[in-house]
T-cell receptor, first 109, second 115 residues
Framework: GENVEQHPSTLSVQEGDSAVIKCTYSDSASNYFPWYKQELGKRPQLIIDIRSNVGEKKDQRIAVTLNKTAKHFSLHITETQPEDSAVYFCAAGAQKLVFGQGTRLTINP | DTGVSQDPRHKITKRGQNVTFRCDPISEHNRLYWYRQTLGQGPEFLTYFQNEAQLEKSRLLSDRFSAERPKGSFSTLEIQRTEQGDSAMYLC?????????????FGPGTRLTVT
């Protein structure tokens, strides 16, 4: 069945450094790849998304890359700040989304 | 508040009881999704509607679960004969239909505890 694998499960970086989270997906029909940030006790909120006709997208300190041939996509956060600490989820799909297991990102001041 | 809303926010029930949750999507959105999220995991797809039609239901979803969206606006999710394994956060999300998908906006969730 459809599956999304996300790594690492936890990530700790120093403030100001970069963080990278990687996901692979199994369903070749997937054409939409969002990333969500979820703070403790809060709802998931979209931070960036990419569609299959684009290889890279950037929004200020956040960027996402997509390799459809290899079926993997990645989230890059540069110049990390303490408020970036949260759980991040990748997802992939066409008419519905399959989510990864999440990455708990901790930014150390 | 024009975002997605869910009611109740918390529900504690005894095993074997039935529970019903409600989701009110963003009014212009014709797609509505239900997800279940357990601690430390990503949201797991349950089912989705386009207008009032239920287009897909997860193969893993027990027949104790049923969802409706009778007038293409709000939706309800009912769990019959609840089990302790049903304890989770139930999230609703809404969006516009399209290919590829548009951004899904999540509600605050209903946290279910089955004792």
């Amino acid at each position: 069945g459809e599956n999304v694998e996300q790594h690492p499960s936890t990530l700790s970086v120093q403030e100001g450094d970069s963080a990278v989270i990687k996901c692979t997906y199994s369903d070749s029909a997937s054409n939409y790849f969002p990333w969500y940030k979820q703070e403790l006790g809060k709802r998931p909120q979209l931070i960036i998304d990419i569609r299959s006709n684009v290889g890279e997208k950037k929004d200020q300190r956040i960027a996402v890359t997509l390799n459809k041939t290899a079926k993997h996509f990645s989230l890059h956060i540069t110049e990390t700040q303490p408020e970036d600490s949260a759980v991040y989820f990748c997802a992939a799909g066409a008419q519905k989304l399959v989510f990864g297991q999440g990455t708990r990102l901790t930014i150390n001041p | 508040d024009t975002g997605v809303s869910q009611d109740p926010r918390h529900k504690i029930t005894k095993r074997g009881q039935n529970v019903t949750f409600r989701c009110d999507p963003i009014s212009e959105h014709n797609r509505l999704y239900w997800y279940r999220q357990t601690l430390g995991q990503g949201p797991e797809f349950l089912t989705y509607f386009q207008n009032e039609a239920q287009l897909e239901k997860s193969r893993l979803l027990s027949d104790r679960f049923s969802a409706e969206r009778p007038k293409g606006s709000f939706s309800t999710l009912e769990i019959q004969r609840t089990e302790q394994g049903d304890s989770a956060m139930y999230l609703c999300a809404s969006t516009f239909s399209g290919t590829p998908l548009y951004e899904q906006y999540f509600g605050p969730g209903t946290r279910l505890t089955v004792t």
